[in-house]
């Protein structure tokens, strides 16, 4: 069982940013893939950043350039930093997880995002133009 919860969501005026953390916790260990999964009003669940066991992360062409992914091994944590954020950025922002080693795939195949079988509750993100 793996428990992950995520905060630093709000409102923010376009062009602002916010930092998202997910924190992990039960039997999550260093193999398991994180993600950051997104859900804008009216839209399909878009996978926008990725982090695999080997440390390798990746971001989605949508907010490549703006949305940096880290993630912290030892704190079980996984961050996205939004910066120049647009109102096309609003939803919620869910953080996944699941031991799978094709990890960096779900970025560029929306239908992949059912293969995280671990979610937070999410966290709401407004950019208000």
């Known amino acids: 069982q793996v428990e992950l919860a995520e905060s630093g969501g709000g409102s923010v005026q376009a062009g602002g940013s916010l930092t998202l953390s997910c924190v992990a916790s039960?039997?999550?260990?260093?193999?398991?893939?994180m993600a950051w999964v997104r859900q804008a009003p009216g839209k399909e669940r878009e996978a926008i950043a990725s982090?695999?066991?080997?440390?390798?992360?990746i971001v989605a062409d949508s907010v490549k350039g703006r949305f940096p992914v880290s993630r912290d091994i030892s704190s079980k944590t996984l961050y996205l930093q939004m910066n120049s954020l647009k109102s096309e950025d609003t939803g919620m922002y869910y953080c996944?997880?699941?031991?799978?080693?094709?990890?960096?795939?779900?970025?560029?195949?929306?239908?992949?995002?059912?293969?995280?079988?671990?979610w937070g509750q999410g966290t709401q993100v407004i950019v208000s133009s």
């Open positions: 996944a997880a699941t031991v799978w080693e094709n990890c960096r795939l779900v970025v560029r195949d929306p239908s992949l995002v059912q293969q995280f079988q671990n």
């Open positions: 039960g039997d999550m260990y260093r193999g398991y893939c």
């Open positions: 982090s695999d066991a080997g440390g390798f992360t």
